[in-house]
């Protein structure tokens, strides 16, 4: 079936502007996590969604940084005023709760703030 | 607060050789998931192996086999018989138990940049 799929792959933004990162789960999965990976670092985690509720954010930076996932199954990552320690991999995992706690990651979007 | 260290920054090694991975891991968790990522130039994450904090069984798979010490709080992995395919960077992560119906985040050490030569 298919993977976990993200949009855009690359995203080039302006100092300043938002963006909007899209994360489109495997289907049926419940559970819902963000990462930011920046260059040469392992991934680190930002927000974690069950369904439509957003659990846990602990690890997004700045208040700059918002996610939502309204219906349960797409998830947006929103950056308003991006800065240039923005830059990074932003990666998408989903996993079920079935017993099988792995988490499927997507290819990732870089994003390059100039 | 959980942490995962991966000492070894990058490794070269000559294809064919074996090879071993260190991961060492903090937790004050009594139950806990340990988990090895492989992720090629490509940049996608690709899951390799996930372990339960009560199951120290060492694991083969193939070429590739994983040591887990509770003692020494150490998960690490070994490539044998190194191939140019294996390049990539590796990380080593940690997660607490999952509760009922939820999930729990990957930690992630900062992984080892492995190189195989032809």
């Known amino acids: 079936g298919a993977g976990v799929s993200q949009s855009p792959r690359y995203k080039v933004a302006k100092r300043g502007q938002d963006v909007a990162l899209r994360c489109d789960p495997i289907s049926g999965h419940v559970s819902l996590f963000w990462y930011q990976q920046a260059l040469g670092q392992g991934p680190e985690f930002l927000t974690y969604f069950q369904n439509e509720a957003q659990l846990d954010k602990s690890g997004l930076p700045s208040d700059r940084f918002f996610a939502e996932r309204p219906e349960g199954s797409v998830s947006t990552l929103k950056i308003q005023r991006t800065q240039q320690e923005d830059s990074a991999v932003y990666l998408c995992?989903?996993?079920?709760?079935?017993?099988?706690?792995?988490?499927?990651f997507g290819p990732g979007t870089r994003l390059t703030v100039t | 607060a959980q942490k995962v260290t991966q000492a070894q920054t990058e490794i070269s090694v000559v294809e064919k050789e074996d090879v071993t991975l260190d991961c060492v891991y903090e937790?004050?968790?009594?139950?806990?998931?340990l988990f090895w990522y492989k992720q090629p130039p490509s940049g996608e994450l690709v899951f390799l192996i996930r372990r339960n904090s009560f199951d120290e069984q060492n694991e083969i798979s193939g070429r590739y086999s994983w040591n887990f010490q509770k003692s020494t709080s150490s998960f690490n992995f070994t490539i044998t018989a190194s191939q140019v395919v294996d390049s990539a960077v590796y990380f080593c992560a940690l997660s607490g138990s999952p509760g009922l119906k939820r999930n729990t985040p990957l930690v992630f050490g900062k992984g080892t940049r492995l190189s195989v030569i032809a």
């Open positions: 937790t004050r968790d009594t139950t806990y998931y």
């Open positions: 995992a989903s996993s079920s709760t079935g017993g099988d706690y792995e988490q499927y």
